[in-house]
């Protein structure tokens, strides 16, 4: 794959009812069809989404929408929080092994799917081994590292993998398990153990789930889901002010998150987001070869000028590749502050023979990236850099940067959540993750080590905050805004809070209470 592309992890769409003819409402559920709208429904918890489920077959699976909303009706082994910590779900325990090439689970006792069939090991292992045989599907290469699916027991799997540095861990976190017997109408009526079970899906318009009586959590507050397609964002915002909807994470126009800010009877919560936007710096070309030159030019990053400026204040400057909310992100760390005078001071002591051209900064026709650049182009002048923008169609400016053919380049990347393919990266000339030049043999050592152990562990914490300081310190790249993920709520709607990840925003809906 190429280095600069975003890496996307979305969850597995989920299995179907062993038979075509069995009834789509859950049991002991009144059918849907009889209910009055969605809005006048008693506990019915009404989403406003803007994107439809396009499907829920693992094999035919490619949209992140559709992946995004299955978590209500599926569960994976271990979920990942908001605070980016691994939590049991199907699975209660978990161990890594033989350097992080061994995970063995032990899964979780009295579980059911929705069609009364106990979970056990044989489910985990259809799971993997038919999403692994789909190619099309979104998690097929991310999988294909699992080399063997052993179930010694229905309540034990061990899984052995052949690339600890890929993160299977956390990985596992986006893959709802679906029943073995899951059969060839998949992609209309899915299966799960999670808190709600499928209903009916209109295509274009709504998804509606509803309680599930048996779930091994406790049975929800909430009698039932629609999750409600408003491809606006203004209509969307409209919905929450006029309660025709409850909740939505979402991205939203500026003018539509101010008028949600402004009303009293909608919550807006917001969150660190991963995705970010970060410079470039070739280490290779002078003056860039110098290491205090790369450091300068991060003291010349006025983050907090592009975040008002560019981003109307919805993103907040970046320090590192990690957010602060991760467990991993060290908040000792090294932080470039924007300081023109220590700037000048790094340039005129550096081994550099000093600014002898006009250096440009290659961007694709992002007009937020244009925008940045143009700020660029004024802060470099402060110590005598002169800088142009060169704006390329997408293709030229892959071909370019992947070529070596740049003095720096602006991107930006929805950035996975997966700390081992984050920073694998970083150290690594195999990496995947762009890091422009940046190999380094004891922050590769560091990041074998902490492969082979539960990523949130406190060794391995500690592996990965050296290994992200030593990128900082190398400084080929300045990581300018991270993303501000915004998610709204009614008044009337507690136990909810934006996730990070857009794909987990609505992992835990179960816990929402509506107040009467």
Do not use: K
């Not at 032990?106 to 090991?121: A, K």
């Not at 299977?168 to 899951?182: D, E, K, N, Q, W």
């Not at 993303?483 to 990840?501: C, D, I, K, N």
């Amino acid at each position: 794959m190429l280095a600069a592309t975003a890496l996307v992890t979305a969850a597995l769409a989920l299995g179907c009812a062993p038979t075509a003819d069995a009834p789509a409402t859950t049991t002991g559920a009144t059918p849907s069809a009889t209910r009055p709208a969605a809005a006048t429904v008693p506990d019915r918890l009404v989403v406003a989404i803007p994107t439809d489920v396009r499907g829920f077959d693992a094999a035919a699976q490619d949209s992140l929408g559709s992946n995004t909303l299955l978590g209500v009706i599926g569960e994976p082994l271990v979920s990942l929080g908001n605070d980016f910590v691994l939590r049991p779900r199907l699975a209660t325990e978990w161990d890594v092994g033989d350097e992080g090439r061994t995970l063995t689970f032990r899964l979780r006792e009295g579980v059911t799917f929705h069609d009364g069939r106990p979970f056990t090991s044989d489910d985990v292992r259809y799971t993997i081994e038919s999403v692994q045989a789909a190619d099309q599907a979104m998690l097929s290469g991310m999988l294909r590292i699992i080399t063997s699916v052993e179930t010694p027991d229905p309540l034990t799997v061990v899984l052995r993998v052949s690339d600890p540095l890929r993160g299977m861990l956390i990985t596992l976190a986006t893959v709802p398990i679906v029943p073995a017997t899951s059969g060839a109408d998949a992609s209309a009526r899915p299966i799960g153990t999670g808190p709600f079970a499928f209903v009916r899906h209109d295509a274009g318009t709504a998804l509606l789930v509803e309680r599930f009586d048996q779930y091994w959590g406790g049975a929800s507050d909430v009698a039932s889901i629609e999750f409600r397609v408003i491809a606006d964002s203004a209509d969307r915002a409209r919905a929450l002010v006029r309660g025709a909807a409850h909740l939505s994470q979402s991205q939203w126009a500026a003018a539509d998150e101010r008028s949600l800010d402004s009303d009293r009877n909608v919550n807006v919560q917001r969150t660190e987001g991963v995705s970010y936007q970060y410079l470039a710096i070739n280490p290779a070309r002078a003056p860039f070869d110098d290491v205090d030159v790369r450091r300068a030019l991060n003291h010349l990053i006025p983050r907090e000028r592009i975040v008002s400026d560019v981003f109307e204040g919805r993103a907040f400057p970046a320090t590192s590749l990690l957010v602060p909310s991760m467990p991993w992100y060290d908040p000792d760390a090294t932080v470039y502050a924007y300081d023109v005078d220590r700037a000048r001071e790094l340039v005129a002591t550096a081994d550099a023979a000093g600014f002898d051209r006009t250096y440009t900064v290659l961007t694709n026709d992002s007009p937020i990236r244009n925008a940045i650049a143009e700020v660029l182009v004024d802060t470099f002048a402060q110590i005598g850099l002169r800088v142009e923008v060169e704006t390329l169609d997408f293709s030229t400016f892959l071909s370019r940067i992947n070529g070596g053919d740049f003095d720096m380049y602006l991107l930006g990347l929805a950035q996975t959540y997966n700390v081992t393919n984050l920073l694998a990266g970083s150290a690594l000339e195999s990496g995947f993750s762009n890091r422009v030049g940046f190999n380094d043999p004891e922050a590769e050592a560091w990041l074998r080590e902490a492969a082979g152990l539960d990523p949130t562990s406190d060794e391995a914490v500690a592996l990965y905050r050296q290994v992200a300081n030593r990128l900082v310190s190398y400084s080929a790249s300045a990581f300018l805004t991270h993303t501000v993920v915004t998610g709204a709520t009614r008044a009337e709607v507690e136990g909810w809070s934006p996730h990070p990840l857009a794909e987990l925003a609505y992992q835990d809906l179960h816990q929402v209470r509506l107040r009467r």
